[in-house]
């Protein structure tokens, strides 16, 4: 059984920041990509960010300068630093990784989600 766990969503004033973290849990072999996505209502899910195993990232042009994505060194936790929210930031954000898992097969495991509202 594999896991992820989001955690840090909630209210934020505009020019406010939160920082997300993602737990993956379970009979893991190896975490490849880590991946942030959100979806606002009435919105498709659009990624926000990603980090390869390795460190290298990715950010939508919409975070670009105000949101970091990081890794923990155990490569089984993902952050997302939100500096200079916008209101336009409002969704649920979600946690997606590419997992082996022990005796298993390789695929996309998805977090729950965690609402992050952004307004003064």
């Known amino acids: 059984q594999v896991q992820l766990v989001e955690s840090g969503g909630g209210l934020a004033q505009p020019g406010g920041s939160l920082r997300l973290s993602c737990v993956a849990s379970?009979?893991?072999?190896?975490?490849?990509?880590m991946e942030w996505y959100r979806q606002a209502p009435g919105e498709e899910r659009e990624l926000v960010a990603g980090?390869?195993?390795?460190?290298?990232?990715n950010y939508a042009d919409s975070v670009k300068g105000r949101f970091t994505v990081s890794r923990d060194n155990g490569k089984t936790t993902v952050y997302l630093q939100m500096d200079s929210l916008k209101p336009e930031d409002t969704a649920v954000y979600y946690c997606k990784a590419d997992i082996l898992r022990v005796r298993g097969t390789r695929r996309n495991f998805w977090g729950q989600g965690t609402q992050v509202t952004v307004s003064s």
């Open positions: 980090i390869t195993r390795g460190g290298v990232t």
């Open positions: 379970g009979l893991i072999a190896s975490i490849y990509d």
